[in-house]
């Protein structure tokens, strides 16, 4: 059972670029979160989203930031007209159906604004 | 809201010796998670322990033992017999258990380095 699979595992964009990162979610798994690091520090949690749903957004910046999770195909994370201070990893974690089960990680994604 | 704090921001230890990190957390809920994770620098985030708030007993991964008091809201990792793989950051974190509230709130991490 393949792990959790984010690409690209690096990405470079100049100021005002847009950054689309995608996760797809382990088999079976139908709960995806999005979190970001910034450089010396700890996770912080950006978004929930489930199939074709968004269930908590209360850590996404109001503008520019975007996820969607459809039907079929990974979720996806979009970065508009990206700043230096986007520069981070940005980590894809899923979870199966349900409550009580942990989050699996996968290696991120680590954007550089230039 | 919740928060996890960290107040160690680097550690360091013998290898084959033991240590122990620190994590306190607030929270005003009854039902919850508390994790440990690892990362190490290849930047992957390795679940390494978790406990329920609502069993008393400490989990216990080998190695890796937590000390869970709850009314004190402290949650720390006790890592045996170090290993110079177990050199990494560790971020303790918290997720509560009811609803869809499912997001996981870390801590600030602490650096361990292991020395020979």
């Known amino acids: 059972n393949a792990g959790v699979m984010q690409n690209p595992r690096h990405l470079v964009r100049r100021r005002g670029q847009e950054a689309r990162l995608r996760c797809s979610p382990m088999k079976g798994h139908s709960h995806v979160y999005w979190y970001r690091q910034l450089p010396e520090e700890g996770l912080k949690f950006m978004v929930y989203l489930q199939k074709e749903n968004i269930i908590d957004e209360s850590g996404m910046p109001k503008e520019r930031f975007s996820a969607e999770f459809p039907k079929e195909g990974p979720s996806i994370l979009r970065i508009q007209q990206v700043v230096r201070g986007d520069s981070a990893a940005y980590f894809c974690?899923?979870?199966?159906?349900?409550?009580?089960?942990?989050?699996?990680f996968g290696p991120g994604t680590r954007l550089t604004v230039l | 809201a919740q928060t996890v704090t960290q107040s160690q921001p680097e550690m360091s230890v013998q290898e084959a010796e033991t240590v122990t990190l620190s994590c306190t957390y607030d929270t005003s809920e009854s039902d919850y998670y508390l994790f440990w994770y690892k990362q190490p620098p290849s930047r992957q985030m390795i679940l390494v322990i978790r406990?329920?708030?609502?069993?008393?007993q400490n989990a216990t991964e080998n190695r890796f033992s937590v000390n869970f008091q709850k009314a004190a809201k402290s949650f720390s990792l006790k890592i045996s017999d170090s290993q110079l793989g177990d050199a990494a950051m560790y971020f303790c974190a918290y997720r509560i258990n009811t609803g869809t509230a499912s997001k996981l709130t870390f801590g600030t991490g602490t650096r361990l380095q292991v020395t020979l």
């Open positions: 406990q329920e708030a609502y069993k008393q």
């Open positions: 974690a899923s979870s199966p159906p349900g409550f009580g089960y942990e989050q699996f």
